[in-house]
Structure formats: structure tokens, C-alpha cells
């Protein structure tokens, strides 16, 4: 059986990482991704770099496997003509276009049902469609500021932070695949499409989750706790003498085991310490007792002695380390195929892991234009005459 997805095209209009990454998932699931990008500089994040590998930006390449790339100029009535054509054949169209832009093109939803009424239309925006603000543009660090995200990380008494990768762009584009998943379901029910309105405030807001819920249910703000949990103690990273370790009881039992396994026993004892809410109370007497104990460790032997005990542990990993672990060879998250430009690519395997589908090998992200002609030929029928006729032109590069 092959890949849920086969047979199914996706007009990729998208660029930068919410929309890219989300059309790489339907590759990975099986779909022919047609991403379009202006001839001479495509995506944008090709001229993100470092880091590079032969000059290609590895940001670009992080996103974009499993693709073929036209090079078609839309600003153009040929370019446009042909988007259309792409988007009459097409099942999915991805875009982060704005509004504006969108009805200067003439390619709104109404426009594309007009063509094509099964088609399914995923519009992915910094603050939705429909509204006042619908044409402001959304990035990823403005939104997690201005979504309460860092306002809850960092140290206590230090700066809002920002996540390492531009998580709120990611939820984005997986909840962008749920919504076209959920839509292709529906499709199978009624026979049309339908458009879908993917915003990065709205992921950002959802994703807060118990976060939220606090607050918008006893008025409360949540602060920042650096590496340690609100609700729960301990949770948090430790220094051991040769490495740091995370930490993470959330049962009374486990804090027994906990206690026993780093020779403090008689802490679970202790009427301070003997709920979690007790523990969370009374964090200010507790966690400097640890720290201290910890210091004087060995990360790997209590490592080993945690993990014997089912006490949720783990050693705090570099990436490199994170991506050559245990665990990493035995999921073989890390896939390597040949790539003519930069002799290998090498990227994390989708985590869909499926019995009887199992997600596509991933090809090499393309370069610009790489498939213009072969997509052209093979779905609009068009011969090289008029292929080259259209790359004269400007439509096409």
C-alpha cells in the first residue's frame, strides 16, 4: 500500500516556514507538492543563512523536501494564467498571501471555487481573514510576544524569551494539515471543497493551554518559572558534577522513589513535602536542598538509578547529541539520500508513523524552478514550444 496521500496534488503558494512546512508534511504523506516561486529568488528563506551547505541555505532545506519547484512569475497575465490552470487540476492550494494581493491577482476563495469547486483552500495569515487587521503581517517572534508566550519564559526575575525555533510558525503549519486532513475528509462526503482560515494568533492563543485556562478562569497572570513548573516541584533542571539533569515528579509515589534513589529518603516524610501542592508551597525551602545535594552527583550513575526506579529523568542534550542519541538510532529519526548539490541530505523523519501507510522517502529540497518544465508538460499538456514561448516571455524562468 503506499502513501495515505498519493494521488493527491497541492498547489504550494506559501513561503517562509508556516505554509512550507505544512506543505512538507503533505509530502511526507504522500502528496505532489507544486511550490511556486518568483523566478531569480524563490523562497525566501533561501537567502537565510548561516548555516549554508554549498551555498544553499540548510533553513531552506529544513522545510522544503519533497517537492518539485516552478519558477513561475504570477505578477505576469501568463503566470497567472498558469496558476490557474495549476489550480483548476489541483486538490489543495497553500497560501500566505496577503488579502490584498490575493484580489489583485484574483485569486480569492471565490475566485478559485469559481474554477474548481473541489478545491480546498488553506489560507495561513499572521491574525486570520475577515477583520480589520487582516492585512497586517504575522511573524512568528511579534506573535510570541505578543501572545503572552514569553511573558511566561525565561527566569523569574530575568527578560521574556523567545523559543529556540520559531515554534508558533510550526503549530501553525501542523494545524494547517489538520484542518486540509479534516477537509479532504469532508470532501469525500459532500464532493466540495471548502477554505480554510489558519491563523498564527489563533495557534499561539490555543496553544497556551493550561496556561490559559488558569487565566481566564480565576483572573490570574502565570509569570515565568525559568525551568521550573508552576503546579509541580520538583520539575526542573539540576546540576549533577559532571552534566545537568531534568527532573520531573508529578506522584507522590514517584517523589518517594525519588527521594530514596538520591539518599534523601527521608524528605517524602516530611509534612512540608508530602503532596505536590505542599511541595509547590513550599518550593523556597525544598529546591535549594536539592540543588545542593545534587551537586555533589554523578550524572550518568543517577541517570541509570532514576531511570531503574521510573523517576522521569533525563540528561539535558546539545541538538547534536539530541539528533546522534539512543533513541534517535533506534526510531532512525535521521534519513540521509543522495542530493547533487550537496552530495547527501540529511533531515529528522516526519514523526507519522503509520502501519499500513507508511510516509513517502523524502527527496532533496529543489531548486528554483527545478520542475517547471516536467509539471508543465505532464499536467498542463504543454509542449515545448510553448514552454519555451512562456520563458521568453518572462511567465516562466
Not at 316 to 321: A, D, H, N, P, T
Not at 369 to 390: F, K, N, W
Request: with cysteine; proline share 6%.
Amino acid at each position: 500500500m503506499g502513501a495515505v496521500l498519493d494521488g493527491i496534488k497541492v498547489l504550494d503558494l506559501s513561503r517562509v516556514l508556516a505554509g512550507p512546512w505544512a506543505t512538507m508534511t503533505l509530502g511526507d504523506l504522500g502528496a505532489e507538492i507544486w511550490k511556486i516561486e518568483q523566478p531569480g529568488a524563490g523562497d525566501d528563506t533561501r537567502g537565510w543563512m548561516p548555516p549554508s551547505v554549498e551555498g544553499i541555505s540548510t533553513y531552506y532545506l529544513g522545510a522544503n523536501r519533497n517537492k518539485k519547484s516552478l519558477a513561475v512569475d504570477i505578477g505576469r497575465p501568463e503566470g497567472r494564467e498558469i496558476i490557474i490552470e495549476l489550480a483548476r487540476k489541483a486538490d489543495i492550494l497553500v497560501e500566505n498571501f496577503r488579502p490584498a494581493s490575493l484580489r489583485k491577482f484574483k485569486l480569492t476563495y471565490e475566485d478559485l471555487k469559481a474554477i474548481n469547486p473541489r478545491l480546498i483552500v488553506c489560507s495561513i495569515s499572521g491574525y486570520g481573514r475577515g477583520h480589520e487587521l487582516e492585512e497586517r503581517p504575522g511573524y512568528d517572534f511579534i506573535i510570541q510576544a505578543e501572545s503572552g508566550f514569553m511573558a511566561i519564559t525565561g527566569e523569574r526575575d530575568g527578560e521574556p524569551m523567545r523559543l529556540g525555533v520559531a515554534f508558533i510558525d510550526l503549530v501553525t503549519g501542523m494545524n494547517a494539515v489538520q484542518a486540509v486532513l479534516a477537509a479532504l475528509y469532508m470532501r469525500e462526503r459532500t464532493g466540495e471543497g471548502q477554505w480554510l482560515d489558519i491563523g498564527l494568533n489563533d495557534s499561539a492563543l490555543f496553544l497556551l493551554a493550561n496556561v490559559a485556562s488558569g487565566y481566564l478562569n480565576t483572573g490570574k497572570e502565570h509569570g515565568r518559572y525559568g525551568n521550573a513548573h508552576p503546579s509541580i516541584a520538583p520539575y526542573q533542571i539540576f546540576a549533577c558534577s559532571d552534566g545537568r539533569i531534568a527532573i520531573a515528579v508529578g506522584t507522590e509515589e514517584q517523589f518517594r522513589r525519588f527521594c530514596r534513589v538520591i539518599g534523601l529518603a527521608h524528605l517524602s516524610d516530611d509534612p512540608r513535602y508530602a503532596t505536590n501542592r505542599k511541595r509547590t508551597e513550599h518550593r523556597d525551602t525544598l529546591l535549594p536542598l536539592l540543588e545542593q545535594h545534587f551537586a555533589s552527583l554523578s550524572l550518568p550513575a543517577l541517570l541509570a538509578e532514576l531511570r531503574a526506579a521510573s523517576v522521569p529523568a533525563g540528561e539535558v542534550r546539545s541538538v547534536g547529541q539530541a539528533l546522534t542519541s539512543d533513541i534517535a538510532a533506534l526510531r532512525q529519526s535521521v534519513v540521509s539520500v543522495p542530493a547533487p548539490t550537496i552530495g547527501s541530505f540529511r533531515s529528522v523523519r516526519s514523526p507519522l508513523r503509520m502501519s499500513a501507510s507508511p510516509s513517502r522517502e523524502p527527496t532533496p529540497p529543489p531548486a528554483i524552478g527545478q520542475h517547471t518544465d516536467a509539471v508543465l508538460a505532464e499536467h498542463l499538456g504543454l509542449g515545448p514550444e510553448q514552454i519555451e514561448r512562456l520563458r521568453s516571455s518572462g511567465a516562466i524562468g
